[in-house]
């Protein structure tokens, strides 16, 4: 082998980079275990207090890797994530809707034809990918032949864009501009939300093509604060920013207080050590509002800090974060991990009572960074906001009609922004009132920018400038023209899974890895001895390589992306078995160990590489097409696929090198008493078998046609749409009785009732109210369930699943799908289906040049899907019921990829064959092809199995359907390897020569 070298090196250099960034991952664990003790008080843990542990060191150094400080902030960012359904959390996803967008682009039309047309277009794009504005546009002029759009969006709003001579197509592109820069200020806004919220790794993106988006909220407690502030109205404002001198009799004031309130909270520190820091250098400094104008920020600190060197160190560090100036001529400034101290200082009660009505107080949106190029130090400025006593802002967000990103005089990016006439009147007088003064522009009560007004502005178009990038100056003007346009977002998707939940998942997802490495290691060395050993140690790096590349990537380990791991496992070793027989086959007629080691490596490559490209495919297609924990497992199938080639073929050959240097005399072995002879000189006839095979399949498949007509799939909510709740109880539950019991709570409409992992809990899905996406909606639907249960059970509900004890009973986790987001999804994963089977058939036909193996293994692949689809509808008849959701379609799409992986390597050796012996009957052939693989058919097929059993077996009620699925496919993947794939591809050959 050539390159060995290269080889060596760049598995040390992965090595030390998994090893680099999974650390990262051992240190969150730690610090989350510190907080759990920390939270824990007689076995029972607060998860709330959990996680004002964890938000009070985010910003400490809490790892030293080499001399270099991390704070858990950045160890958070860098380390391999937990997906929710592993730690608990919240995903939702939000629709901005189109339709009121466009209203409030009209002006609020009350045109009969417009707003028929807008209900027209709603319909018209459920469930589809069709363009909303364009089926809006269809809909009015089946409506309004003789009308221009023009005619209702020619408004005062938006004069000098729309006259009553614009073209449709010129307000159909605006349209489009409006609609899609509503969606991105939504997103902006949202996001910003969502990174005040005080939530480690939340994840917030726009799902392209769509007015949707996406967030995850790790760990929260409170579903329903997360959903009022997710669906809350923007609130834009502006508001006149006191200068400091004009506030500073207020901060002695506080100071004072708060003096007080520490001095009684530090009964240790002396009273002459507490009064020298009763601020009386501090007033008199502030007194003077003349030698406050004379001070620069600089100076005004060095002031403070001599006037404070006898105040007791400990105290000190406690009092002065309140009022620390740092250069900031007009503000002031705080280290970002003093702010936290700052906000519960001043919603002290007392110190609220020294704040007058006509001050509040709000922060900056996002950390300014420290002018030292070497120093992370970030601080965060507050702003003293002049507040009427009616606490309405002089200006609010709705009179700007436009804002954009522009560039100043001095060509650095700024933001100019346009007025109605009753704005640009008020802004003229609020302008003119505070010249050489600054007014802060507020969205949901934090400051994007506190521009200082150089003059009077009467027609309602300025510019603000400041030290914006390009990027940022875009966003605040996206920020500005939030007002002028409202954007409604609706839930449409909203899963909260309590922490419980998440830690059992964990723990039956680790219990399947391990258990499933065991078995398989423990096999190989049973079947292939030393070269088994060496299998397994590719195994060991195939697994470290996934979780340290999951980890670089930032990628998050959800529970299907543990059943990826899984998979891989058992798929890993088919490359090895490959190689192993091979060689195997090589020693048998007569090679010296050295040559069949080559030969072995050489001949198998192409199998491996076909049958892992072919994988990889329908990982490709899984990520793309696929939502949520799909894209999860996808990311881990493809990089396990990537891992095991590499260890596979190259890290085993150096190790099988190095210990075979000696030939002949080498101590490796392939082959144990158990292998030796098996499955030697098999000489079966499958083509001869083949029209039994296609007679049990068809019968197969048309029992499970009836079964699904007779009584259908249990599909999941994610492709019916609706509500479902887990709900778990102290004791035993009749889910039969339980259903009947909750009919009439859903005003007798759809509802199931099943056990999920054990008889304790249950899975409770439900049809009533799908139609209405509401908080109100939720919450009539979780009332009429919480009801329901306490009536027939007589437990109390305890919202708090981590307080769940005897005599209660909780909703551990709970998933709403809207009827639109459902249809996408069924959609999506139909076309994820077909588009797999499309790229295969080319694959193969590109590969094999002939389009008989090509069609050969699409029919293969077809039957494969329906044989599923026939026993999971029989099992439903049988009382077995297992759902059909997102996660079953990964699964689908697995069971083609793990069949056209088998059905290639087949393949591979019949076109290899038919190279040598031109001269034979094309069935001998393929029959001596189909033995001369059966060794490693039967292994590959065996190691998988054992996985995926052990899957079933411990991977929890979330995986169940998956891997009952992945059973049935790894079993019948291999079945129509042998009797459908290679069959059909000689009846097609047939029919070509007839």
């Given at each position: 082998?050539?390159?060995?070298?290269?080889?060596?090196?760049l598995?040390?250099v992965?090595?030390?980079?998994?090893?680099?960034?999974l650390?990262?991952?051992?240190?969150?664990?730690?610090v989350n275990?510190q907080?759990i003790?920390a939270?824990?008080?007689?076995?029972?843990?607060?998860?709330q207090?959990?996680?004002q542990?964890l938000?009070?060191?985010?910003?400490e150094?809490?790892?030293n890797?080499?001399?270099?400080d991390?704070?858990?902030?950045?160890?958070?960012e860098?380390?391999l994530?937990?997906?929710?359904?592993?730690?608990g959390g919240?995903?939702?996803?939000?629709?901005?809707?189109p339709?009121?967008?466009?209203?409030g682009?009209?002006g609020?039309s009350?045109?009969?034809n417009f707003?028929?047309?807008?209900?027209?277009?709603?319909?018209?794009?459920?469930?589809?990918?069709l363009d909303?504005?364009?089926?809006f546009?269809n809909a009015?002029?089946e409506l309004?032949?003789d009308?221009?759009l023009?005619?209702?969006f020619?408004?005062?709003a938006?004069?000098?864009?729309?006259?009553?001579?614009t073209?449709?197509e010129?307000?159909l592109?605006?349209?489009?501009?409006e609609v899609?820069?509503?969606i991105?200020?939504s997103?902006?806004?949202?996001?910003?939300r969502?990174?005040r919220?005080?939530t480690?790794q939340?994840?917030i993106?726009?799902?392209?093509?769509t007015?949707?988006i996406?967030?995850?909220l790790p760990?929260v407690d409170?579903?329903?604060?997360v959903?009022?502030?997710?669906q809350?109205?923007?609130?834009l404002e502006?508001?006149e920013?006191?200068?400091?001198?004009?506030?500073f009799p207020?901060l002695?004031?506080?100071?004072d207080?708060m003096?007080?309130?520490?001095?009684?909270?530090?009964p240790?520190i002396s009273?002459?050590e507490?009064e020298?820091?009763?601020s009386e250098?501090?007033g008199?400094?502030?007194s003077d509002d003349s030698?406050?104008?004379?001070?620069?920020a600089?100076?005004l600190?060095?002031q403070l800090?001599?006037d404070?060197t006898?105040v007791?160190s400990?105290?000190?560090?406690?009092v002065s974060?309140?009022f620390s100036l740092l250069?900031?001529q007009y503000g002031l400034?705080?280290d970002?991990k003093?702010?936290?101290?700052?906000?519960r200082m001043?919603?002290?009660?007392?110190v609220q009572?020294?704040?007058?009505?006509t001050?509040?107080?709000m922060?900056?949106?996002k950390?300014?960074?420290?002018?030292?190029?070497?120093s992370?130090?970030?601080?965060?400025?507050?702003y003293a906001i002049?507040?009427s006593?009616?606490?309405?802002a002089?200006l609010?967000?709705?009179?700007?009609v436009?804002?954009?990103?522009d560039?100043?005089q001095r060509?650095?990016?700024?933001i100019?922004?346009?007025m109605n006439a009753?704005g640009?009147?008020?802004w003229?007088?609020?302008t003119?009132e505070?010249?050489n003064?600054?007014?802060a522009?507020v969205?949901?009560n934090?400051?994007?920018s506190a521009?200082?007004v150089q003059g009077?502005i009467?027609?309602?178009?300025?510019q603000i400038?400041?030290?914006?990038?390009?990027e940022?100056?875009k966003d605040?003007?996206?920020?500005?023209?939030?007002?002028?346009?409202?954007?409604?977002?609706?839930?449409v998707?909203d899963?909260v899974i309590?922490?419980?939940?998440?830690?059992?998942a964990?723990?039956?997802?680790?219990l399947?890895?391990?258990?499933g490495l065991a078995i398989?290691?423990?096999?190989?060395?049973?079947?292939y001895?030393?070269?088994g050993?060496i299998?397994?140690?590719?195994?060991f790096?195939?697994?470290?390589?996934?979780l340290?590349i999951?980890a670089?990537?930032?990628?998050?380990l959800?529970?299907?992306?543990?059943a990826?791991?899984?998979?891989t496992i058992?798929?890993s070793?088919?490359?090895n078995?490959?190689i192993?027989?091979?060689?195997?086959e090589?020693l048998?007629?007569?090679?010296g160990?050295?040559q069949?080691i080559?030969s072995g490596?050489?001949?198998?490559?192409?199998?491996?590489?076909?049958a892992?490209?072919?994988t990889?495919?329908?990982?490709?297609i899984?990520?793309?097409?696929?939502?949520g924990p799909v894209k999860?497992f996808?990311?881990?199938?493809?990089v396990?696929?990537?891992?095991?080639?590499f260890s596979?073929?190259?890290i085993t050959?150096?190790?099988?090198e190095?210990m075979?240097?000696k030939g002949d005399?080498?101590k490796?072995?392939?082959?144990?008493?158990l292998?030796?002879n098996a499955?030697a000189?098999?000489?079966f006839?499958f083509i001869s078998?083949?029209k039994f095979a296609?007679?049990f399949?068809?019968a197969?498949i048309?029992i499970g046609?009836?079964a699904?007509i007779?009584k259908?799939?249990?599909?999941?909510?994610?492709f019916t749409?609706?509500?479902?709740y887990v709900?778990?109880?102290d004791?035993?539950?009749?889910?039969?009785?339980l259903?009947?019991?909750l009919?009439?709570?859903?005003d007798?409409?759809?509802?199931?009732v099943k056990t999920?992992?054990?008889?304790?809990?249950?899975?409770v899905?439900?049809?009533?109210m799908?139609?209405?996406e509401?908080?109100?909606a939720?919450?009539?639907?979780k009332e009429?369930?919480?009801?329901?249960?306490?009536e027939f059970?007589?437990l109390s509900?305890?919202q708090?699943d981590t307080?769940?004890?005897e005599g209660n009973?909780?909703?551990?986790?709970?998933s709403?799908v809207?009827a639109?987001?459902a249809?996408?999804?069924k959609n999506?994963s139909?076309?994820?289906?077909?588009?797999?089977l499309?790229v295969?058939f080319l694959?193969?036909?590109v590969r094999?040049?002939?389009?008989q193996?090509?069609?050969g293994?699409?029919i293969?692949?077809?039957?494969?899907?329906?044989?599923v689809?026939?026993?999971?509808a029989?099992?439903?008849?049988?009382g077995?019921s297992f759902?059909?959701d997102?996660?079953?379609i990964?699964?689908?799409?697995?069971?083609i990829?793990?069949s056209i992986n088998?059905?290639?390597?087949?393949?591979?050796r019949?076109?290899?064959?038919?190279?040598?012996?031109?001269?034979?009957?094309?069935?001998d052939?393929f029959?001596?092809?189909?033995?001369s693989t059966?060794?490693?058919?039967?292994?590959?097929?065996?190691?998988?199995?054992?996985?995926?059993?052990?899957?079933f077996?411990?991977g929890g009620a979330?995986?169940?359907?998956?891997?009952f699925?992945?059973?049935?496919g790894?079993l019948?993947?291999?079945?129509s390897?042998?009797?459908?794939?290679?069959?059909?591809?000689?009846d097609l050959?047939?029919?070509?020569e007839?």
């Open positions: 082998m050539k390159n060995k070298g290269g080889v060596v090196l598995t040390i992965v090595s030390i980079l998994c090893v680099y960034y650390s990262f991952t051992f240190v969150a664990q730690r275990q907080a003790d939270a824990t008080v007689d076995n029972t843990t607060d998860y207090k959990k996680q542990y938000d009070s060191v985010w910003n150094p809490v790892y890797l080499f001399g270099v991390f704070t858990y902030k950045e160890i958070k860098t380390e994530n937990l997906g929710l359904d592993l730690q919240m995903h939702v996803t939000l629709e901005v809707s339709v009121e967008i466009v209203k682009i009209s609020n009350t045109d009969p707003l028929k047309a807008l209900d027209m277009a709603k319909e018209r794009v459920k469930g589809t990918q909303f504005v364009n089926e546009y009015y002029k309004s032949p009308k221009s023009a005619s209702v020619a408004t005062a938006n004069r000098g864009r729309i006259s009553l001579s073209s449709d010129e307000v592109d605006l349209i489009n501009t899609d820069g509503a991105e200020r997103f902006n806004i949202l996001r910003t969502i990174d919220f005080g480690s939340p994840n993106q726009r799902l392209q093509g007015g949707r996406q967030i995850e760990g409170n579903p329903e604060r959903r009022r502030l997710l809350g109205v923007a609130k502006f508001w920013v006191y200068d400091m001198q004009e506030i207020t002695q004031a506080m100071n207080v003096v007080k309130e520490m001095k009684a909270e530090l240790e009273g002459e507490a020298s820091t009763e250098d501090l008199d400094l502030l030698e406050v104008d004379s001070l620069n600089d100076d600190e060095s800090a001599s404070s006898a007791d400990t105290f000190n560090s406690q974060p309140l250069k900031a400034v705080y970002l003093d702010t936290a101290q700052v906000n001043l919603k002290n009660a007392k009572q020294v704040i007058p009505a001050i509040k107080f922060w900056l949106v950390p300014i960074k420290s002018q030292d190029e070497l992370t130090d970030e601080f965060l400025e507050l002049k507040s006593r009616g606490g309405k002089p609010s967000g709705e009179v700007i436009d804002a954009r990103q560039l100043d060509t650095q990016p700024a100019s922004m346009n009753t640009a009147k008020k003229k007088k609020l003119g505070n010249t003064r600054r007014i522009i969205l949901d934090y400051v994007y521009p200082n009077e009467p027609n309602g178009s300025s400038t400041g030290n914006f990038t390009l940022e100056a605040l003007a996206n920020i500005l023209k939030a007002g002028s346009l409202p954007a409604p977002t609706t839930i998707e899963v309590g922490p419980t939940l998440g830690k059992v964990q723990d039956q997802g680790m399947s890895i391990f258990a398989v290691i423990l096999f190989m060395i049973a079947y001895s030393g070269g050993m299998a397994n140690l590719a195994l790096f195939n697994v470290f390589f996934i340290g999951l670089q990537l930032s990628a998050a959800t529970l299907p992306g543990i990826g791991i899984v998979l058992g798929m070793i088919d490359a078995v490959l192993f027989e091979r060689i195997k090589e048998k007629n007569g090679a160990l050295r069949a080559s490596y050489g001949k198998a490559y192409s199998s491996i590489v076909d892992n490209v072919t990889f495919l329908v990982g490709i899984l990520y793309t097409l696929g939502q999860g996808a990311i881990t199938l493809m396990g696929i990537a891992c095991s080639f596979a073929v190259f050959r150096v190790i099988v190095w075979s240097k005399n080498s490796i072995s392939f082959t144990t008493g292998s030796k499955l000189g098999m000489n006839d078998k083949r296609y007679l399949s068809s197969f048309a046609l009836i699904i007779a259908g799939l249990t599909y999941g909510v994610d749409g609706g509500r479902s709900v778990a109880f004791q035993p539950v009749e889910s039969s009785a259903k009947v019991a009919g009439s709570s859903f007798n409409q759809g509802v199931e999920y992992g054990s008889n304790n809990v249950l899975k899905t439900t049809s009533y799908i139609n209405d509401s908080d109100q939720d919450a009539q639907v009429a369930l919480v009801s329901g249960v306490s059970t007589s509900y305890v708090d307080k769940a004890a009973f909780t909703i551990v986790s709970s709403k809207g639109t987001i249809d996408d999804i999506a139909t076309e994820s289906v077909v588009f797999a499309i295969i694959y193969i036909l094999f040049r002939k389009w193996f090509g069609l293994a699409i293969a692949l077809f039957h494969d899907t329906l044989f689809l026939s026993a999971f029989i099992a439903n008849l049988l077995f759902e059909v997102q996660v079953f990964a699964a689908m799409l697995t069971i990829g793990y088998d059905t290639v390597v087949v393949f591979d019949i076109r290899e064959n038919l190279a040598i012996r031109t001269n034979s009957e094309m069935k052939v029959n001596e092809s189909l033995n059966m060794n490693r058919t039967m292994i590959t097929s065996l190691t998988t199995l054992i996985v995926v059993v052990v899957l077996i411990f979330v995986l169940k359907g998956f891997s699925a992945l059973i049935v790894i019948i993947g291999t079945y390897s042998l009797f459908i794939a290679t069959p059909i591809v000689i050959n047939k029919k070509k007839q």
